[in-house]
């Protein structure tokens, strides 16, 4: 008999099952139908340590209460739906663990700031994508490249870009300004990401007009560096750095 088949038929060793626990979670809630204003709402939900918060919003909404009502799509931290305030901090629903909270404490939820709520955990993003249009995230070039020839860019012209080409959109910077509550025409960290990302791409020759967009009253000089944005950002992008590179753009008058 082979040393394999001796092993084959060992008793597997046991390994143990994970246990479940119970967390209870606090929700701020708003129907506009039913509520004057925002309301909290307590659930005790069974989790287990390798669940996300977006489990958690799943299981009310499946087992406890239909109503309650997020966003998410990808559920993988690629789409940037589900941006909310866990612990008053702006994180992804989908790429928070349980195991990396205090459960010992209630995990309170609520909306990002910032932007009108329509629902639960919902808000109106359209002032947010006014901005990110305004600043021309799109490439764009008076010349065309050679016929059946690619534009060429360098690793090194490609790395000064690098960093802002990973936003998903999910606005947990901008709604986690200061600025950005206090005053609703600030373009916010999202857009000036957006522009960075073209403003400092080899290939486009309209930096100058994002330039001077972002050189408005309500543009860069606007930000007070508080670091809320890098310290929020879910795709771990450098966003205070960004804007401080936009600022010397715009002083130099060039990308
Ligand atoms: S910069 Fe980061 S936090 Fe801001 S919208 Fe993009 S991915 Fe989200
Ligand atoms: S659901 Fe897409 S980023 Fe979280």
Partial sequence: ???????????????????PFTVTFIIRRFDPDTDAEARWQDFDVEMYATDRILDALHKIKWEQDGSLTFRRSCAHGVCGSDAMRINGRNRLACKTLIKDLDITKPIYIEAIKGLP?????????????QSFREVQ?????????????????????????????????????????????TDGQYFGPAAIVNAHRFIFDSRDDQAKVRLDILNDQEGVWRCRTTFNCTEACPRGIEVTKAIAEVKQAVMRGRA
């Fill in 117 to 129: 709520l329509e629902k639960d955990l919902i808000v109106d993003m359209e002032p947010f994508f």
């Fill in 137 to 181: 995230p799109f490439l764009q070039s008076a010349t065309a490249p050679e016929p059946g020839k690619e534009r060429v860019q360098s690793v090194a012209q490609r790395a000064i870009f690098d960093d802002t080409t990973k936003c998903i959109l999910c606005a947990a910077c901008t709604s986690s300004c200061p600025v950005f509550w």
């Fill in 1 to 19: 008999m082979s040393t394999a088949t001796l092993e084959a038929d060992a008793p597997a060793p046991e390994i143990e099952a994970p246990k």
